[in-house]
Each structure stands twice: as C-alpha cells, then as structure tokens.
C-alpha cells in the first residue's frame, strides 16, 4: 500500500498531507519548512539519511509542472520502505544511502502556482482572481494551464543571481515585462520568499550537488555560462545513459537566473535542470510511471554520486 497518489493531481494540500504520512511511517525520513509563501501555504523539506554527501532534489519550481513534485515524494517514500525493510531501490541496497548521503528534497517550490493549475485554489476564489486579473496582460497563454509562477506573477526560476540581468533583457524583449503566468524576472533577484527560502536553504544545506526538476523535453541541463564544473559532464553522461535523455546545452533565451545556474556559478559543483517527460504542460498523470521510471537513476546515482 503506497501513501504517495500517483493518479490525482498533486494539490498543495495533497502534498502537505503525504510529506506528513511519510515521515510518520518512515522515522528515516524527516520533514521541516524552509518558509512561507506570499499566501501562507508552506515550503516543505525532506530529508533521508545520516551520511557526509549532502545533495538537494529540488521540483516544481514551476507551477503547470507539478507532476515533477510527485516524482519526489514517491522517490522519498521508496526509499524509505526500503532502508526500513533492508531492501533495495533501482537495485542498490538501501543502507548504502542512508550511510552514505543525507538525501533533501524540496518537492513543491511553488506551492501557491501549483494549486491554481491543479484546482486546488476553487475557481472564483480571491486567489484564483486575482491571478486571473494578472494573466490578462497575457491573453494568449492558456489559464490556469499555463501558468508557470507564484501568484504575485513571478517566475521563481528566474530569480536567482546569475545572469539575472541577461534575463531580464531576454525576457523584456520577449515582452515579458509585468507580472504574469510566466518569465517574469521579477523587480530584482530574490525578492520572492519562495526563491529566497530555497537559496537560504541551499546556503545552509551547502550540498555537493542540486538537482532540479522541470518539464518537458526529456533534456538534462548541466552547464551555466563557460564554468567549468568537476565531475559534471560524467554525471550528466550517466544520467543520460540511465534515462535515455539527452545531456544538452541550456538554449541561451532560458540560459540565466535559473536555480542551477546559481548553484554551479556560485558553488561550482554540480547542478542539473532535468526536463522530464514529453507533451504540453502539465503533463498527463499517464506519463507518471515512465517518467518515475526513467528517472529513478538519476536520483540514486546523484545521491550516491559516481564511483571515484
Ligand atoms: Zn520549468
């Protein structure tokens, strides 16, 4: 009997509730909140394991990209079961994870996007409105579907200190320049509690490696600018091996103010934006079992990292 749905979308409220359940079944898995956003819901954090490698799974940055958070909660109870049960996850014993790493993972970046995209703000509500004012200075993107920021109509992958002002530029010549469903940078970097929650935890956690989920395209992102990163281009070829994705170079109108380009600028450890699944976000739950399938490597050997 698994406690993560995979067959519902994941509301905030859903998500809060198994985060919850899993860290009651599994005392291996801890939970905390890493902040608050603008309308109240919280920032929840995972964490599996007591080892010296420290990484950071991050999803749904991106609101109309939620499927992305289920992937990581059903990755946290997996891995739970099986260090409980003395069992095995992707065929890797389980205990060598929790001796080895402390796992967290942040599943749901964006909870106030995500609930306008998955219903779980009810249609005509303030919050549901007033987003609603906002996507009318963009009248050709699909709402709620297309939806992509928090609900003051900030892209929250677009507000982080690297390259922020080659966004902006790229962005505002796109026309996207106010408040809106998508690639609005914002006033300036950090100003959202969301952004800013993640880059306070991401300081503290000071992980060895960062992983952030989006979709689509079944692309892995690995590099920022021209730094040159140890050990990433192995990873990432590893990645792409065990998931059939291709490792690609991040296109240069979405190559800034990202969550890894922070990290790989600021830390110069590896970092990857994997696009999973294919189609129109939000992604069918139908793609959920393969997606969780093809990724399930990933997250085991950037937790593990690879051999020396
Ligand atoms: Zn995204």
Not at 197 to 222: C, K, M, N, S, V
Not at 290 to 302: E, F, V
Request: a negative charge.
């Amino acid at each position: 009997m698994s406690i993560v749905q995979t067959d519902v979308p994941m509301t905030y409220g859903l998500c809060h509730e198994t985060i919850a359940k899993i860290a009651e079944a599994y005392p291996v898995c801890g939970s905390r909140s890493i902040g608050t956003t603008a309308y109240g819901r919280e920032i929840e954090a995972m964490s599996i394991g007591s080892g010296g490698r420290t990484v950071l799974f991050t999803a749904a940055h991106h609101a109309n990209e939620w499927i992305t958070a289920t992937v990581l909660l059903k990755f946290a109870e997996e891995l739970s079961r099986a260090i409980l049960e003395k069992g095995s996850v992707y065929g890797i014993p389980a205990n060598l994870f929790e001796e080895n790493c402390q796992i967290f993972l942040v599943p749901m970046v964006d909870p106030d996007g995500v609930d306008l995209v998955t219903g779980g703000t009810p249609q005509g509500s303030v919050q549901w409105e007033k987003a609603r004012n906002l996507a009318g200075n963009y009248p050709a993107i699909s709402f709620p579907n297309g939806w992509k920021a928090n609900l003051l109509g900030i892209d929250l992958n677009l507000q982080y200190p690297a390259g922020w002002l080659q966004a902006r530029e790229i962005k505002f010549s796109q026309g996207y320049t106010r408040p809106g469903p998508r690639d609005y940078v914002g006033k300036a970097p950090l100003t959202q509690r969301e952004s800013r929650a993640l880059a306070d935890f991401t300081r503290y956690l000071d992980p060895a490696l960062i992983l952030a989920y989006h979709t689509q395209g079944e692309q892995i992102y690995w590099k920022y600018d021209d730094i040159d990163v140890p050990g990433a281009l192995a990873l990432g070829q590893e990645f792409a091996r065990l998931s059939g994705y291709a490792l690609a170079e991040t296109p240069y109108v979405s190559g800034f103010a990202g969550y890894k380009d922070w990290f790989i600028k600021t830390w110069r450890r590896p970092g990857f934006t994997i696009e999973a699944g294919l189609g129109e976000n939000p992604l069918p739950l139908n793609q959920f079992d393969s997606i969780y399938a093809k990724n399930l490597g990933i997250l085991t050997t950037a937790a593990l990292g690879l051999p020396e």
